[in-house]
């Protein structure tokens, strides 16, 4: 059985899908090829032998940090520019904060992983407690589930058989090899999803006119930046941004880079890309509400696109939005299996196979944890998502800036007690943010720690 989208394709749009996710596979076996004997090693296998360009960390950062278009469509559908301050500008000044006062501090450390990172500043234990909370936070879950819903609503049939076919893909390219995969078909990716938001802005403009459209069809507190929404409920957003801050695939990629000097530039090109990807989405998603008000939101964006593009453009906007779920799949997928075979099994010789065996098992509890959680995208990300920023973020910033003020034992504590916060609150508070209870219990921690420290000298 076909889906509504499905119908809604030409012999030209589904030809320009076909060659757009025929050129990803291929950018990923030019990377194959171009590597060399010389490369097989763990550090071009997992950073690209730390040899990341500039144009190259741009694409690959802005592609990977964009894989929840359906999330944030959804919120500028029913909300209007609320999302542009809660998904966007919030987050814009994490990664200044990252680029300006930690990227410096991360370069200055001579490791390939945060868990390592974090075992330089602690020990081993403190690694290993990090890594399982990295884990918990990289599994491709979500992304898994994405891919099948994609490839469901345009072709029909089962979820797990285009959740198991969508993943096959992207493990295959993944693990050719390594990190130098991912980073060139993040390049092509990032072409595509770029210029499909571009592309669906231009043409609303074209065919209904600017802001003046806007303010005439959608309700008025569309264009207040509260919305509708608290205030608490608006900053809220602001404390979930700074998990930015203890993401893995931020630390690989600054890692990856040449030097401080690529990473910092980097991230800054990058938060002017986002700004300009946000501003699309927001405002496409906007037209979406204006043209199809009772529409449902987590689609809207998309349904309004087909209609609005001509034959030929719905496929390449096809193609830019699986785009951008494939760049976040990849990435994730590869991070979670780096984390298992490096962090936790402590797999760091140069043998490159044992990490491409961690891609698939990674892959496997992909798609069971899928099953678990029957599909729902929502509940995977608050279930697992809130774990690693609540338990690390307090204490990792903090060892930048106080490092060997903290002993492992008191890392352990401070993460191991906020972790135990938040499922406690989880079970007995459902009604109260989780991640906000983990930062709390982190930070008496980690001022009980520091003062005492002070005490004692």
């Keep these: 059985m076909t889906t509504d989208i499905y119908a809604k394709l030409e012999l030209l749009d589904i030809l320009i899908f076909g060659l757009c996710l025929l050129i990803s596979i291929a950018v990923a076996f030019v990377a194959y090829y171009q590597a060399n004997k010389a490369e097989d090693s763990l550090v071009y296998y997992l950073l690209m032998g730390r040899q990341l360009s ?25 909300s209007g520019i609320y999302n542009f301050i809660t998904q966007g500008v919030f987050w814009y000044f994490t990664y200044l904060i990252m680029a300006f006062f ?34 918990f936070n990289v599994i491709p879950i979500a992304y898994t589930i ?104 931020f630390y690989q990629r600054i890692f990856a880079a040449k030097n401080p000097r690529v990473a910092k530039r980097g991230i800054i090109i990058s938060t002017g890309i986002w700004l300009i990807f946000d501003l699309c989405t927001t405002f496409g998603a906007m037209y979406a509400r204006a043209s199809m008000p009772n529409a449902d939101a987590k689609n809207a964006y998309m349904l309004y696109a087909f209609d ?44 490159t196979n044992v990490h491409r065996l961690g891609l698939f098992f990674i ?18 990300w608050k279930t697992l998502g809130s774990y690693s920023a609540g338990s690390l973020l307090v204490v990792i910033v903090y060892a930048f800036y106080f490092p060997k003020r903290l002993k ?38 980690t001022a009980y720690y520091h003062f005492s420290f002070r005490i004692s000298k």
């Excluded at 960390?57 to 469509?73: D, E, K």
């Excluded at 030929?312 to 990849?330: C, E, Q, R, V, W």
């Excluded at 406690?424 to 989780?434: A, T, Y």
């Design 363 to 380: 892959a496997i509890i992909s798609i069971i944890l899928s099953n678990v959680f029957e599909g729902n995208i929502r509940m995977v």
């Design 54 to 78: 500039l144009p190259f960390f741009v694409a690959t950062l802005v592609a990977t940090w964009y894989g929840g278009i359906f999330g944030v469509t959804a919120i500028a559908f029913e």
């Design 408 to 445: 492992e034992k008191d890392f352990l504590m401070t993460v191991l007690s906020a972790a135990l916060m938040m499922s406690l609150c989880r079970l007995l508070l459902p009604g109260i943010e989780s991640l906000y209870v983990g930062l709390g219990c982190s930070l008496l921690s």
């Design 308 to 351: 609005l593009l001509p034959v030929g453009l719905k496929g390449f906007f096809l193609a830019g939005i699986f785009a951008t779920i494939l760049s976040t799949l990849d990435s994730y997928l590869f991070v979670a299996g780096n984390t298992l075979t490096y962090d936790l099994l402590y797999q760091k010789q140069k043998r």
């Design 102 to 135: 930690f990227v410096n501090k991360i370069k200055a450390i001579d490791a390939m992983t945060l868990p390592e990172l974090v075992e330089k500043q602690f020990g081993k234990s403190a690694a290993k407690v990090a890594a399982i909370f990295n884990l």
């Design 146 to 249: 994405s891919i099948g819903l994609f490839l469901q609503m345009l072709f029909g049939g089962d979820l797990n058989v285009w959740m198991i076919l969508g993943l096959g893909i992207v493990l295959i390219y993944t693990s050719a090899s390594g990190f130098r995969s991912v980073i060139y078909t993040d390049l092509w990716q990032f072409a595509l999803m770029f210029s499909a938001v571009v592309i669906v802005l231009i043409i609303s403009i074209q065919d209904f006119g600017g802001i003046s459209y806007l303010k005439s069809s959608l309700p008025a507190s569309h264009f207040q930046v509260q919305g509708q929404h608290s205030i608490w409920e608006m900053l809220a957003w602001g404390f979930i941004a700074l998990s930015t801050l203890v993401d893995p695939n």
